[in-house]
C-alpha cells in the first residue's frame, strides 16, 4: 500500500509540470500571435510596394516579349512575301519586262524600297530601272546559300532612321537557287511597329547587337549621351547605370541570346531595362521605362486589404494549430504515463498484457516467439536490509537492463513489485531464447548500488510461443511454472517449460 502510494505521489508530481509545461506553452503561443500580427502590420506596407515593382517589372518584360515576336512575325511576312514573288518571277526570265513591272508594283503597295532582282552572277535590275553589280555584297552572298537575309543597317543612325535590305533566295521548278529578290525597308521608327500604346509611348524601344551596337531606336530615344556612346555597354559603364557585376551579366546574357530584364540608376532616378533576341542576326530587342511609370497603374489598396486579412486568418490558423499541437503533446504524455511504470520506465502490467495479446491475436506468421517471466531474487531480503529506496534503486537497474537487452520490437514490462516479463517476437530457435536469459542472469549479477548489503540476482521462467500457446494468459501460466521451477532448483537462473 505504501509502494502505491509513492507511485501515485510521483505520478502526480508529474502530471502538475506537465500541466506547467503546457501553460508555458500557450503562453508561448501568444505571444508568438502577438509578434505575429505585429510583423504582419509592419510588413504590409513593405510587401505593397515590393509586390508593385515586380508586377510592374513582369509587365515590361512580357509585354517586351510579345513586341519582339511581333517584329519577328512582321519581318516574316516580308520574307514570306518576297519568297511569293520569288516563285512567280522564276517562271520566266529573270529580267523580263513582266518581272520589272512586277517589283515596281511592290514598291507602290509596300514599305519596300529599292526591290530588285538579281542573278546568280549578281546583276542587279531595280524597280527604277538602275542596273548594278551586287555580287560582292554579304546579303546577297548569304542568300545564295539559301539563308533569308536581314543586312546589317547599311548607313549609321541618323534621325532614328536605318535602312536595311530585307532578301531571300529564288527557286526555279526544280528548287535550285537561281537568284534573289530582296529590297531595303526602314527599321528605324520602331514605334510604328512596336510598342504603339503602351505606357502611353513613354518608353523607348532601341535594338542591338548582342555586342552593345546600337542598330535602330525609336523617337521616344531622347537621351544624347546614350545615342553617342560607342555602345550600351561603354555608356552603362561611363555614367554607373549599372555595377561591374551587373554589366558583366548583362553582356553574358545578351552574347548567349537570353531573355531577362536589369533595374537601371540614372541622375538618381531608377527605370527597367527589359530585353529579348530577336533572333534574327543575333540582335536584341530592348525596351526601357521610368520605374515611377511603369508603377502608377496599379492600385493595391483592395488587394493590401485581402491580404490583410489573409494574414490575420493565417495568424489565427498558426495561433489554433499550436494549441492543438500542445494540447495533442499534453494528451500523447498523459496517455504515455498511463501506459509507462511510473519507477521503471517500462511498461506498466495492463500495457503489457495489452500488447502481448493484440500481437498474438494478429500474428499470422507463427514464427517462433518467447515470453520470459523475471523476478528479484529475495526481494523482500533485499528491502529489509537495505531499504525501499535502494529496493527502488534495484527495481530501476531491472527495468534498464531489460531496455537495453531486447530489441524496440519487444515487449518490455513490469508486471507490478518485483515480477518483469518479456515477450520476443522473432526469437527464431530455443537456443537464442537460453542465451538471452543467461545474458539476463550475468548483468543482474553485475549490478552496482552504492551501500548496498547482499547480492543481486534473478529466476526467470520461458515458455515458448505457439509451442505452449497461443494466447498470453496460456503462455504466462507456463513461464510461471518454469519461473517457479527456476526458484525450487535455487533461483539465480533459468528454466524452459516443457511438457
Known amino acids: 500500500m505504501v509502494k502505491y502510494f509513492k507511485e501515485k505521489m510521483v505520478n502526480d508530481m508529474k502530471r502538475k509540470a506537465i500541466y506547467k509545461l503546457s501553460f508555458k506553452a500557450y503562453l508561448k503561443a501568444m505571444m508568438i500571435f502577438i509578434v505575429f500580427i505585429m510583423i504582419c502590420s509592419i510588413s504590409f506596407f513593405f510587401y505593397i510596394k515590393k509586390d508593385i515593382e515586380n508586377e510592374s517589372v513582369n509587365k515590361v518584360v512580357v509585354n517586351t ?83 533569308r537575309v536581314l543586312s546589317a543597317p547599311l548607313e549609321s543612325v541618323i534621325a532614328g532612321e536605318t535602312r536595311v535590305i530585307i532578301a531571300v533566295p529564288i527557286y526555279d521548278q526544280q528548287k535550285e537557287i537561281v537568284g534573289v529578290i530582296g529590297g531595303s525597308y526602314d527599321i528605324g521608327n520602331l514605334n510604328k511597329i512596336v510598342f504603339r500604346g503602351i505606357y502611353d509611348g513613354k518608353g523607348s524601344a532601341f535594338l542591338v547587337s548582342k555586342e552593345g551596337q546600337l542598330i535602330t531606336y525609336n523617337n521616344a530615344v531622347k537621351n544624347k549621351d546614350f545615342l553617342a556612346s560607342e555602345s550600351i555597354f561603354s555608356y552603362f559603364a561611363e555614367y554607373n547605370v549599372l555595377s561591374p557585376d551587373d554589366l558583366q551579366s548583362l553582356k553574358q546574357k545578351w552574347i548567349k541570346q537570353e531573355n531577362g530584364y536589369m533595374t537601371l540608376n540614372y541622375n538618381n532616378k531608377t527605370s527597367y531595362i527589359a530585353y529579348y533576341p530577336l533572333k534574327i542576326n543575333d540582335w536584341i530587342m530592348c525596351y526601357n521605362i521610368d520605374a515611377d511609370v511603369a508603377q502608377e497603374s496599379y492600385t493595391f489598396i483592395i488587394y493590401a486589404e485581402y491580404l490583410l486579412f489573409a494574414l490575420f486568418v493565417f495568424a489565427l490558423v498558426i495561433l489554433l494549430f499550436t494549441i492543438y499541437k500542445v494540447n495533442n503533446k499534453h494528451q500523447k504524455r498523459l496517455l504515455e504515463f498511463a501506459r509507462i511504470d511510473a519507477l521503471t520506465g517500462i511498461k506498466n502490467k495492463e500495457t503489457l498484457q495489452n500488447e502481448i495479446s493484440t500481437y498474438l491475436k494478429n500474428d499470422s506468421s507463427q514464427q517462433l516467439g518467447a515470453l520470459f517471466m523475471i523476478d528479484v531474487d529475495n526481494f523482500k531480503t533485499v528491502n529489509d536490509l537495505n531499504g525501499r529506496v535502494i529496493g527502488d534503486e534495484v527495481l530501476k537497474n531491472f527495468g534498464s537492463i531489460l531496455k537495453e537487452s531486447f530489441t524496440i520490437e519487444d515487449i518490455v514490462g513490469r508486471a507490478g513489485g518485483d515480477e518483469f516479463i518479456v515477450f520476443v517476437k522473432d526469437i527464431q530457435e530455443h537456443g537464442n531464447a537460453i542465451n538471452k536469459a543467461q545474458e539476463i542472469c550475468q548483468k543482474i549479477r553485475n549490478i552496482e548500488i552504492d551501500n548496498f548489503k547482499g547480492t543481486i540476482s534473478c529466476s526467470i521462467g520461458i515458455a515458448f510461443y505457439p509451442e505452449h500457446g497461443t494466447t498470453f494468459k496460456d503462455l504466462y501460466n507456463l513461464a510461471d511454472q518454469a519461473l517457479y521451477q527456476t526458484k525450487n532448483q535455487g533461483r539465480n537462473g533459468y528454466t524452459c517449460y516443457t511438457k
Do not use: P, W
Not at 520589272?100 to 531595280?126: M, R
Open 65 to 147: 516579349e510579345k513586341q519582339t515576336e511581333s517584329l519577328k512575325q512582321y519581318i516574316d511576312i516580308q520574307y514570306r512575301y518576297l519568297e511569293g514573288v520569288g516563285n512567280h518571277i522564276s517562271q520566266q526570265d529573270l529580267f523580263c519586262e513582266d518581272n520589272i513591272n512586277l517589283i515596281h508594283s511592290i514598291k507602290e503597295y509596300t514599305k519596300l524600297e529599292n526591290v530588285g532582282i538579281i542573278d546568280k552572277n549578281g546583276e542587279s535590275h531595280y524597280d527604277n530601272g538602275a542596273v548594278k553589280n551586287v555580287s560582292q555584297r554579304e546579303y546577297f552572298q548569304e542568300a545564295l546559300k539559301g539563308n
